[in-house]
């Protein structure tokens, strides 16, 4: 049994795999289209942009997951079939729930690994791209600074940058401070970068001259090879950084900081915490929808597209409905309780249509083998 166990599950490892492979990239695509505004509008680097988009993965694999697991079930199971190695099996006495163990193994497996990355994985790498968009979104450079635009702080900063380098070197800039005692001073260099020091933002410019009106009414020129100006001041932003709940780990969930805006929202918060729990349930229910639309029936030798069909549109609706009651059980806590049996239901069928085909085939079997007890004295 355990090399029959061991042939289903390494029939079944390739089409999975490649149903994930093919399903993660084309999130990976759908998510870079969403960011690449990133490297379009704020001129940040190529780097920034993959590890953005990259850390954007791992909330999605509760959707990668049964989707790819319904797909690479299907792909392999209709072929198996096809080429009639389950009616060896059945032939050899073994059940449809014992041909159907290794692979709802893999979804459990693959259950485990979701259970994981929405516990752990994904609050991880959502604080970090949260915090990696906190950093672009307060940028200097990507905030205010436009290649051949004159843009003015709302502190009366003003700057010019004829181009900016992928690196980030800015090329030929005009700055313009407005001071309060009217005695504005001006910069003018042919190149710069922001540099961050001690917490403070610097912009240390080379090659370049300012001017500045005394208080005799008289204009002070002064040229210099380099100089640095501390700009973090004209930049002053009241914004701080906020996780949403899907940055959040479970107990922080569970269990928030007694703040009235923590309080106001604890709804989606509980929401979001039975999501993460009842979400892999998904995996299984998915594998099983796959295993009972091709056996599940009688063979048919021109296919099963009509069951696969019918699972499909199954699959599909109860995975939608399970985004509805989702997002409802934010506004009614009751209906936390259905985000983990709106995935148990189809599990439940599921095994109860196994062990009615298991019940008939085991009286076909039986009623063939009385027949040949009694064939065989003629």
Request: glycine residues 6%; proline residues 3%; contains cysteine.
């Amino acid at each position: 049994m355990r090399t029959l166990d061991r042939y289903i599950f390494r029939q079944l490892i390739l089409p999975i795999g490649g149903a994930v492979a093919a399903l993660t990239a084309i999130a990976l695509l759908s998510q870079s289209l969403t960011q690449f505004d990133l490297v379009v509008e704020r001129g940040q680097s190529a780097w920034v942009f993959i590890k953005i988009t990259l850390l954007s993965m791992p909330q999605l694999a509760g959707l990668i997951f049964p989707i790819a697991l319904f797909v690479g079930t299907l792909v392999a199971l209709t072929r198996m079939q096809g080429e009639h190695e389950f009616t060896a099996a059945y032939a050899s006495g073994m059940s449809l729930m014992r041909v159907a163990y290794p692979i709802l193994r893999i979804g459990i497996y693959l259950t485990l690994i979701s259970l994981m990355v929405n516990l752990f994985i994904q609050p991880l790498t959502n604080r970090a791209m949260r915090q990696e968009l906190f950093d672009v979104k307060n940028d200097l450079l990507s905030s205010l600074v436009k290649e051949g635009d004159f843009a003015t702080s709302p502190t009366g900063l003003t700057i010019y940058v004829q181009r900016i380098d992928q690196n980030g070197l800015l090329r030929q800039l005009f700055i313009r401070t407005d001071e309060a005692d009217g005695r504005d001073r001006t910069f003018a260099a042919r190149e710069g970068r922001i540099v961050k020091v001690d917490g403070s933002s610097v912009l240390v410019m080379r090659n370049g001259s300012n001017q500045q009106l005394t208080e005799k009414g008289v204009i002070e020129h002064q040229t210099w090879d380099q100089a640095s100006f501390d700009i973090t001041s004209y930049f002053a932003s009241d914004d701080y950084l906020q996780f949403k709940e899907g940055d959040r780990y479970m107990h922080e969930l569970l269990f928030p900081i007694n703040y009235a805006y923590e309080k106001s929202i604890r709804g989606k918060y509980v929401a979001e915490a039975n999501a993460r729990l009842a979400n892999p349930l998904y995996n299984i229910a998915f594998v099983l929808l796959a295993i009972v639309s091709v056996l599940g029936g009688r063979f048919s030798r021109n296919g099963y597209a009509q069951r696969i069909g019918v699972a499909a549109i199954i699959a599909l609706t109860i995975r939608i409905f399970g985004v509805v009651v989702e997002t409802a059980s934010a506004s009614a806590w009751v209906l936390n309780l259905l985000q983990y049996i709106v995935p148990m239901i189809p599990i439940f069928v599921c095994l109860h249509l196994i062990r009615k085909h298991d019940g008939t085939t085991g009286r076909v079997h039986q009623a063939t083998r009385r027949d040949r007890t009694v064939l065989q004295p003629l």
